[in-house]
């Protein structure tokens, strides 16, 4: 007879936050390594990029492996032959709180596959955190899953405890959805629960933001369909992010079993990355956006550049004159290089790219996209494409 000994809290948590990599609704950074970077101390403790740019840690984990649905792209399926466990909540807190008050961590991300139902695994996602915020007081950040097929009841509570809360979208719309799940109705468990989520967002007494994640590479859908789809979302729901996952084929912790195509995701990964910084930053709209014949984005030059050499009418852009809005578009200079840009310049005109400050790479590349007026200097590189 075969007997296997019941996983302790630590060896719970092991299982669990690796089965957590796949959510990455809760960094800043557009930088994928920081996406799945985890702590060498513990794989729940979570690196993220804050918006001031700074670094903390989160606290992120499922609650449980478990789950009743059949998304193809998910290692965590119904039948699939894993080591399966569940947390319970007073082990959820009491751990988080271990980390909390050393100040590892400044705050808690939970996600859960779908035990039961989905209300059943949301009631168990907000248990813990009950138990922190009534029991121990703790005000600090929680980011709450909110399962596909919540009732409105657990997203008003979920909302009620949390700091962010995510659903994931997984695909651009529901052709693509119901090649992977026979369960996940599109409209109802998901895209319903994301407008619910905004309205309730936007009444909330406190600010909660809502952000939401899509597979890259699992269903055919092109990089079209996908930044058509994240213009939809920033217009029309109140999000504050979109993240994007590349499709894994569940061999996320061997590179050397990744197959060309999971490659291929992690680059059009990269891409959709910077599309969207693009649209939060940079402010571009979907029609800018440069695909070739299959609807790719281009694996070889980052979308800002493709849409500079398609408009050769836009530069070279001056210097010393252009408003923000004409800077950033110019490949190479970054949102904190045009700002030193518009202050230097209040000052002294702008005779060299060395006025702006050490020559890298990035500010090399946009030397042919400048004009900086009289000088010389600069001339041999104006608008040579
Ligand atoms: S519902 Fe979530 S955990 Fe369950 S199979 Fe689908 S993606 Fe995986």
Known sequence: MLVTSRPNTIEKLQLLSRD?????????????SEHRTRGTNGKWIYPVTLPDGGVASLFKTLISNHCTSDCKYCPLRQNEDIRRCSLSPEEIA?????????????GLFLSSGITCSSDTAMEKLIAPVEILRK??????????????GSSRAAIEKAISLS???????????????????????????IVEPMKLISQ???????????TTQFIVGAAGESDRDIVNYTSALYKRINLQRVYFSAYQKHQPDNPKKQSINTENAFMREHRLYQVDFLFRKYGFDQSDIIYDQSGLLSCETDPKEVWAKNHPEFFPVSINTADRHKLLRVPGLGLQT????????????????????????????ACKYLDFGDSQKNKAFLFNF
């Open 200 to 210: 309730l967002t936007a009444q909330s007494r406190h600010r909660v933001k809502q």
């Open 20 to 32: 957590s990599q796949y959510d990455l609704a809760c960094a800043c950074s557009y930088n994928k």
């Open 94 to 106: 009491a751990s988080f709180l271990q980390y909390y008050r050393q100040g590892v961590v400044f």
């Open 135 to 148: 029991k121990h007081n703790f005000k600090g950040y929680v980011h709450l899953k909110i399962l596909p």
């Open 338 to 365: 045009v700002e030193t840009i518009l202050n230097k310049r209040k000052l002294a005109k702008i005779r060299s790219i060395d006025d702006i400050g050490k020559v890298g790479s990035r500010l090399f590349r």
């Open 163 to 189: 700091n962010a809360v995510s659903i994931n979208i997984e695909t651009p719309g529901a052709q693509y959805l119901d090649k992977l799940s026979s369960k996940k109705d599109f409209l109802k468990d």
